[in-house]
């Protein structure tokens, strides 16, 4: 036996033994992981892989395949691809076809159905399963007979072996300087006071495609953070009627605002300048129509011009913010307005984005002014103010009409907007001072494009829904929040709440556009009734029933609006309510302490959407009170109107759409595949329109001092030259009254029963000295002597000069009798106020 045979061995050599082969396995595992943790892996990673009979699909597992999952797809009988094969049967039925042949395909190859790849119809994922060990020739060989068996199988239209891929996350750092400090975009100071946006910006959702246009007092384009993005197709000057918007220098140096306005939308990212705007991927034009005199129809070309390039129109202006003004848009404003949001943008609408005003620092004791409403407030959307704290800053109005506020800079402890400046006079480029309802605006305006961008085709009604459902609320001590009976919350400081930039785009993603606009219109209510002195108020009702919105269809309210015609000593005094029949209050006007206008209102609308998806039907009330003095005589309410705007949906439509909505905040539909479809769009031509700008009244007034000077001239020549006008008549004694009578009344009977009217050569026609003189033989007075004719021969001689020289038809000779019956007029004339003594000599 040999000696080893009969030893033991010891423990501590059993030890090292087992210690030895334990890191050699350790060592040897790493390579068989992946593939041993195949089944069971890939679930534990989060892949929704399963059987092609499943229900999930494939989603992106082959990133833990590497070199042992190969995708295919398949087609149908004949090589025909699933799109074909749609038209000949059902497309339950085609799946449960390509299912079967997906499991066929992989048995064939000895792979196994992973599924199907997301949404992609006839797309499978087929994965190698091992069952021992893979040397690298076994792997070769593997891929070498699945390769085999997809070259001889007939379906397989189009395959790829599946590699690992390196990606790495897109991380929002942006090298603009400026970018820390717009804390409007991304606060990190105050978490949640902000627009939201940098989420959207992750998924690639930044404007594109859209373009937006700001009207204001230029846009310096040549700007390094506007250059890139400028739309020239889309821009214009009207003030000087040229297509270059660029600003011009003043001496106050203040045309840098519609630059500001610019960069806060569009201003380009990490370009290593300035800022970054919301939709720094959009296209910007600019409108240049501030710089100047301003009309209404200039008003009314900005609110159309190229309406098929630009999509939203930004507009940080409006009339003086001084307490006491009652303005806006005039007819021809109104009008253009009406016609973008009909024609622009190929029928779906020109979106307007109007600030709402800075008025609230002209009010001493009451923080509110009268914003203009009524049409114009429909048509647009008109976003207030807030500061980084969410509090209504000293400059910013309250509105029933406000749809949501979003940020801008407060007093001189809160930070201002950094956006993109003019570098023209003392500008540098850059600011971080741009505040006021003006810096409020184009962010909304922004933050629009991104909802343009997920889905084009909504349109300016839609935008104005989501904006109503999708604000936020939020808690502000010196806000009061009312919920109407849709179970919106509104108030008025700011509206429906924050724009939210996830939240609109995310809705927007879903939307489908609203039921046609339904309005109604009441009687105008010539009422005529006093309104009392400070104590006590006017009301005025007026019920709106069914049978009255059976024509247009109207189901639910958007805006209600109320125009008025008040006599008022002082307007400044009125306090105006309006009731919706829920009795949802709106405080439509406020008492102004600086309005001493006397004048009151004339047939001024004003407008709330506070009631925005109640129902139609029911009593609104008018609440009119005198706060001011005593002492002055009373107001009338002379006669009112209402007017409705809604839909037909029903309120349980709208509960639907509101959870559609918050189903879709969580951002599924925006990070997978979904989309709606969208219309086409119609082809409107753009209609040619002009401004009457500075210079075109420049010339009209030029022309009208010519006309003016050009017409004095011939009146001044003609007075000067008439006395030297005379009449050479033989034997008419110079011109005698007489026989220009007789000549006018020649005139007349030169016509008979059935000629054609035709002038005769004057009798006593009078000359101009100097000139030929036709004269007249009938006028005979003196004539014997001076010519040294009979009254025939100079008759017989006229006559024939009648005929040859004038080459005018004599007239023919009246009867006696009709002579007798119808005295000449002329002859009448002729023979009144003549001497008696000279009445035989006259030829007549």
């Known amino acids: ?62 990133h833990c395949l590497g070199r042992l999952a190969w995708a295919v797809h398949l087609t149908g009988p004949g090589g025909l691809p699933p799109s074909e094969l749609e038209q000949q049967q059902e497309e339950e039925e085609e799946e449960a076809r390509l299912d079967r042949q997906a499991d066929q395909l992989a048995q064939e ?31 070769e060989a593997i891929q070498q007979s699945v390769e085999a068996a997809f070259a001889k199988h007939e379906g397989v239209r189009w395959h790829a072996q599946q590699r690992l891929l390196k990606r790495s996350k897109r991380a929002l750092q942006f090298n603009d300087p400026k970018f820390p400090q717009q804390w409007h ?60 918007p660029m600003p011009h220098p003043d001496e106050e140096n203040g045309n840098h605002h519609g630059t500001r306005c610019a960069g806060e939308i569009a201003a380009v990212s990490n370009n290593s300048f300035c800022a970054v705007g919301v939709a720094y991927g959009s296209r910007i034009a600019g409108i240049r129509v501030l710089d100047g005199p301003l009309t209404d129809s200039m008003e009314a070309v900005a609110f159309n011009k190229h309406y098929q390039i630009n999509d939203i129109y930004s507009c940080s202006w409006g009339p003086d913010d001084d307490g006491k003004t009652v303005d806006g848009p005039h007819q021809l404003g109104k009008a253009a307005l009406q016609h973008g949001v009909i024609a622009g943008r190929r029928g779906f609408g020109s979106i307007f984005v109007v600030a709402s005003g800075n008025g609230g620092r002209a009010c001493s004791w009451v923080p509110r002014v009268w914003k203009p409403t009524g049409l114009p407030c429909l048509l647009t959307s008109s976003p207030g103010a807030v500061d980084e704290a969410g509090s209504m800053p000293f400059y910013a109005e309250e509105c029933a009409s406000m749809l949501a506020v979003t940020f801008s800079g407060g007093d001189k ?164 309510r309006l009731f919706c029949p829920s009795d949802m209050n709106s405080l439509v006007g406020t008492a102004r302490s600086m309005d001493s206008d006397p004048s009151g209102f004339l047939d001024w609308t004003f407008s709330t959407v506070r009631c925005w998806g109640e129902e139609a039907k029911g009593t609104y009330r008018l609440q009119i009170r005198d706060v001011g003095d005593e002492t002055l005589r009373a107001g009338v309410l002379k006669q009112w109107q209402l007017t409705l705007y809604g ?94 009578w007789y000549a006018h009344g020649r005139r007349a009977l030169s016509l008979e029963d059935g000629a054609e009217e035709e002038e005769t050569a004057p009798l006593c026609g009078g000359t101009e000295v100097g000139s030929e003189a036709e004269t007249s033989p009938l006028c005979l007075a003196g004539a014997e002597e001076d010519e040294g004719k009979t009254a025939v021969e100079a008759v017989a001689a006229a006559e024939e000069e009648e005929r ?36 035989e000599r006259q030829g007549c």
């Open 1 to 62: 036996m040999p000696p080893w045979q009969g030893k033991k061995p010891s423990w501590r050599g059993e030890a090292m033994e087992a210690l030895t082969r334990l890191f050699l396995c350790l060592w040897l595992m790493p390579p068989w992981i992946p593939l041993l943790l195949l089944p069971s892996g890939l679930a534990a990673q989060g892949a929704k892989l399963q059987p092609a009979q499943g229900t999930e699909p494939a989603g992106g597992a082959a």
């Open 109 to 139: 190859a000895g792979l196994v159905n992973l599924g199907r790849i997301g949404e992609l119809r006839g797309h499978y994922l087929l994965g190698y399963r091992p069952d021992s060990a893979i040397t690298d020739v076994g792997l």
């Open 185 to 244: 975009l991304n606060n990190r100071k105050s978490p949640g006071m902000d627009i939201n946006v940098t989420g959207i910006w992750e998924r690639n959702v930044t404007g594109q495609g859209v373009t937006v246009v700001v009207v204001d007092d230029g846009v310096e384009h040549t700007v390094k953070d506007i250059q890139p993005n400028y739309s020239p197709e889309g821009s214009y000057d009207l003030n000087s009627n040229d297509p270059d």
């Open 413 to 576: 402890m809160m930070r201002s907007i950094a956006t993109t400046d003019w570098d023209l006079q003392r500008g540098t480029g850059c600011t971080d001072g741009h505040t006021g309802t003006s810096a409020a605006a184009p962010l909304a305006a922004g933050m629009i494009a991104l909802m343009l961008q997920a889905r084009p085709c909504l349109t300016w009604r839609d935008v104005q829904h989501i904006i109503a459902f999708t604000a936020t609320q939020y808690e502000d001590h010196r806000a009061t929040w009312d919920t109407n009976q849709a179970g919106l919350s509104h108030s008025h400081q700011h509206g429906f709440g924050l724009l939210n930039a996830w939240r609109l785009v995310n809705a927007a993603k879903v939307w489908e556009s609203v039921p046609y606009l339904a309005s109604y219109v009441s009687p105008l209510l010539k009422d005529s009734k006093v309104i009392p002195l400070t104590s006590g108020h006017l009301e005025v009702t007026w019920n709106v029933t069914e049978a009255d919105l059976a024509v247009s269809g109207m189901r639910t309210l958007e805006h209600v609006a109320v125009t008025v015609t008040i006599a008022h000593p002082r307007r400044g005094n009125l306090d105006l």
């Open 647 to 740: 839909s037909s949906w029903t309120p349980k439509e709208i509960k639907e759409r509101q959870r559609l909505l918050e189903e879709a905040m969580s951002g599924q539909y925006l990070d997978g595949n979904f989309s709606l479809p969208c219309p086409p769009g119609l082809h409107i031509p753009e209609q040619e329109a002009y401004a009457i700008t500075t210079n075109t009244l420049k010339t009209l007034m030029l022309l009208g001092c010519f006309a003016i000077l050009w017409t004095f001239y011939y009146l001044l020549e003609v007075f000067l030259t008439r006395p030297h006008r005379a009449y050479s008549l033989p034997g008419c004694g110079g011109g005698s009254r007489a026989c220009r």
């Open 804 to 839: 040859t020289h004038v080459s005018l038809r004599a007239p023919q000779a009246l009867p006696r009798e009709r002579l007798a019956e119808s005295p000449e007029p002329g002859a009448v004339y002729l023979t009144q106020g003549l001497p008696a003594a000279g009445r």
